[in-house]
């Protein structure tokens, strides 16, 4: 068998033929006996390996039809003779646990493990039931992944990257993509940034996780509504979070307090109001961290997904040294991938980058590599120019038929959400209603700073009636989106303050 094998693959590389002959690689714990003689040992190994492969047969570690190594390279790794690890394939052939196939080796037999123990794999953690309606938010609708585009990145990227990129990596992420991000930035979203300042990390989340463990202070402000994973992160690394109101403008920055080292916003597209940083209240806050020697994080999670003409550039470009620039691909390709990045001003590098160690720690440098190859090729603005007009779509369709039943959905036409505002008592019975017919969507309430009353976080000018609900219209399959939205408007009118609206 193994002449037929080497005849008909040749290949340039002597390690691909050796790999090949040595199979799987396969643990097997035999377990010595010390006090037994010499040759008393060999039969002990023997027996041991015999009772090993019965064992990893019965409890599933090697399932139905799988391959077992050839006895010669099992032998090496087992210290055995070739003769004796094939007589114990044979007993186990004879007892049935194994099959011999002309041609293809020595496989775990279909059916004997398990029946014998009776024992199937049982699943870890069973799948959530699929709601009827996916408005579940933060995510992309995952067929638009652009898989074709990604598969030929990871050709080019792995292909073409010299051999020290599969090394443990620099704890800023690899200059490669640094590099690429620094363009695109600064094309796509007026960053001004050097590959120099940029450090990768895994998620934005991760991003908060490592400044709070490096720049942030004892209080930083954040906008009344917003992930309370983010705050908790916060949180959990000491610093103390307090809330500002939002309105039509966005984070009411005039008010900050003195006290707050920083401010974290979403000024391009307010999570979850949708509204955005008015151009008077970016300076103001520009100022307000000069000023007092304070750090703004300017979260960008979606700022390449506005579908109207006036494209928000980012804050960071008019304060390089007083902004944080974060972002990632969650929203643009993936949550799936995840690659992020901090935009950071030059003199807090260092403190960031060894906060973070001595090496990557997290983000896959694999990853950065396509991602790399991706925004040079021009495959990533495409992917984000095919992905505005798809989701433009969905957003007119949503707010078009949800003003049919007389809502107002607030805020910019961007992101991937939308909020709809309902008085605070109606939310919970819309809420549990939404459960009862098969919904999945989010209470605005959720992203509530807790320390913010139920009306106080934003004004009624950015759609605040001090409850409603955030669905997130990427989500639902194409095949389901218009039916979807109908459900939601009929959920919706159901529960609208004024009935009267319904009608007209
Ligand atoms: C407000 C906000 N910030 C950041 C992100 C990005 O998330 P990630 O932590 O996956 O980068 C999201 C995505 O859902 C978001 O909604």
Request: aromatic share 6%; with cysteine; net charge neutral.
């Amino acid at each position: 068998m193994d002449k037929r094998v080497n005849s008909s693959r040749s290949t340039s590389d002597p390690w691909d033929e050796v790999a090949r002959h040595l199979g799987i690689d396969l643990y097997l714990d035999l377990q010595p006996d010390p006090t037994a003689s010499p040759r008393g040992r060999g039969a002990r190994r023997r027996h041991s390996l015999a009772e090993a492969l019965r064992a990893a047969i019965d409890d599933g570690r090697l399932p139905a039809g799988t391959r077992l190594p050839p006895y010669r390279s099992l032998a090496a790794d087992v210290g055995l003779a070739r003769g004796t690890v094939a007589s114990v394939y044979q007993e186990l052939i004879a007892e049935g646990w194994l099959v011999a196939r002309q041609g293809s080796g020595t496989h775990v037999a279909d059916t004997v493990g398990r029946a014998r123990t009776g024992t199937e794999p049982t699943a870890v953690t069973a799948e959530p039931p699929t709601p009827c309606h996916n408005f579940t938010l933060g995510q992309p609708n995952s067929s638009l992944f652009p898989r074709a585009d990604w598969i030929a990145s990871t050709r080019r990227a792995i292909t073409d990257a010299p051999d020290d990129a599969f090394a443990p990596g620099h704890p800023q992420g690899t200059a490669r993509l640094r590099r690429s991000l620094a363009g695109y930035l600064a094309r796509a979203r007026g960053v001004r940034a050097e590959p120099d300042q940029i450090v990768l990390t895994t998620s934005v989340m991760n991003a908060l996780e490592l400044l709070s463990r490096s720049v942030f202070g004892e209080d930083i402000a954040v906008e009344s509504h917003g992930l309370p994973f983010h705050r908790h992160v916060i949180e959990r690394g000491g610093t103390s979070t307090v809330p500002a109101p939002i309105d039509a403008d966005g984070a009411v920055v005039d008010d900050l307090p003195d006290t707050a080292t920083g401010v974290l916003l979403t000024p391009s597209h307010q999570f979850p109001t949708g509204v955005s940083l008015s151009p008077r209240r970016r300076a103001a806050v520009i100022e307000w961290a000069r000023s007092g020697g304070r750090l703004i994080i300017e979260d960008d999670y979606d700022g390449e997904l506005r579908y109207d003409r006036e494209p928000v550039g980012a804050l960071q470009a008019l304060g390089p040294d007083v902004v944080i620039h974060a972002g990632s691909v969650s929203k643009s390709l993936s949550p799936a991938v995840r690659v992020a990045w901090l935009v950071l001003p030059p003199r807090l590098v260092d403190t960031v980058v060894w906060a973070k160690g001595i090496r990557e720690p997290d983000a896959s440098i694999v990853d950065q590599l396509v991602l790399a190859d991706l925004i040079d090729s021009g495959a990533y603005d495409r992917h984000i120019r095919r992905s505005r007009q798809y989701y433009r779509r969905r957003r007119d369709r949503i707010t078009g038929r949800l003003a049919r039943t007389g809502v107002r959905v607030p805020g910019i036409a961007a992101g991937l959400h939308a909020v709809i505002p309902l008085p605070a008592d109606t939310e919970p019975r819309l809420v549990a209603e939404a459960a009862r017919r098969g919904f999945a969507l989010a209470p605005l309430s959720f992203f509530r700073h807790p320390a913010s009353g139920v009306t106080d976080g934003m004004t009624a000018d950015c759609g605040g009636l001090g409850g409603g609900v955030v669905v997130g219209f990427g989500t639902p399959a194409a095949s389901a989106f218009a039916a979807d939205v109908e459900a939601l408007a009929d959920l919706v009118a159901d529960y609208l303050p004024n009935r009267r609206l319904r009608a007209e």
